[in-house]
T-cell receptor
Framework: SQTIHQWPATLVQPVGSPLSLECTVE??????LYWYRQAAGRGLQLLFY??????ISSEVPQNLSASRPQDRQFILSSKKLLLSDSGFYLC???????????????FGPGTRLTVT | GESVGLHLPTLSVQEGDNSIINCAYS??????FIWYKQESGKGPQFIID?????DKRQGQRVTVLLNKTVKHLSLQIAATQPGDSAVYFC????????????FGAGTRLFVKA
């Protein structure tokens, strides 16, 4: 079965500090990978998605970046955090199946980031 | 830009009653819709999906209805249980691959025992 891991679960960082959040998927190959941010009591905002190693698409301009060094590893980074970067960060994966062109996404447990 | 929205931010129902959560979408090109359930402090979980060539789809205790004429989507939960308490998101995507799934703001469902 497939599993998705995110760490850390919670993080408190000062403004201006760097960030690195990691997501790994097990039990599947060539997944599509996604990073979302969720503000308190709000919906999910797609930040980045990746269809393969080294392939990153950005959905919103921001001081965040993403990388995919391995097939099942997705990393979210920042060189200098802003207060507005606080939120719940979710990683998700999806994979195509023969005959199906739209895929549900499977989410990780999330990382709660507080920038102080 | 176009987005998915929800009519009701909160919904409170009695245990055992049926729940109906509504969603409006504005992108007429959307052809795939998904409902997710998110429990407190966790990531969303897939509940049920529906393609635009369908009007209704049933799962275990859940039914999704799609009205393309008025661009409306609903999730019906039969015999609502305390474990159904969560935030429910509708989501839509267009085109192949499902890469750009747009999520609505969410509806919080409270189930009273």
């Amino acid at each position: 079965s497939q599993t998705i891991h995110q760490w850390p679960a919670t993080l408190v960082q000062p403004v201006g500090s760097p960030l690195s959040l990691e997501c790994t998927v097990e039990g599947t190959s060539n997944p599509n990978l996604y990073w979302y941010r969720q503000a308190a009591g709000r919906g999910l905002q797609l930040l980045f998605y990746s269809v393969g190693i080294g392939q990153i698409s950005s959905e919103v301009p921001q001081n965040l970046s993403a990388s995919r060094p391995q097939d099942r590893q997705f990393i979210l980074s920042s060189k200098k955090l802003l207060l507005s970067d606080s939120g719940f960060y979710l990683c998700a994966w999806s994979v195509g199946r023969l005959g199906k062109s739209h895929y549900e996404q499977y989410f990780g447990p999330g990382t709660r980031l507080t920038v102080t | 830009g176009e987005s998915v929205g929800l009519h009701l931010p909160t919904l409170s129902v009695q245990e055992g009653d049926n729940s109906i959560i509504n969603c409006a979408y504005s992108n007429s090109a959307s052809d795939y819709f998904i409902w997710y359930k998110q429990e407190s402090g966790k990531g969303p979980q897939f509940i049920i999906d529906i393609r635009s060539n369908m009007d209704k789809r049933q799962g275990q205790r859940v039914t999704v209805l799609l009205n393309k004429t008025v661009k409306h989507l609903s999730l019906q939960i039969a015999a609502t249980q305390p474990g159904d308490s969560a935030v429910y998101f509708c989501a839509e995507n267009t085109g192949t691959g499902g890469f750009k799934t747009i999520f609505g703001a969410g509806t919080r469902l409270f189930v009273k025992a």
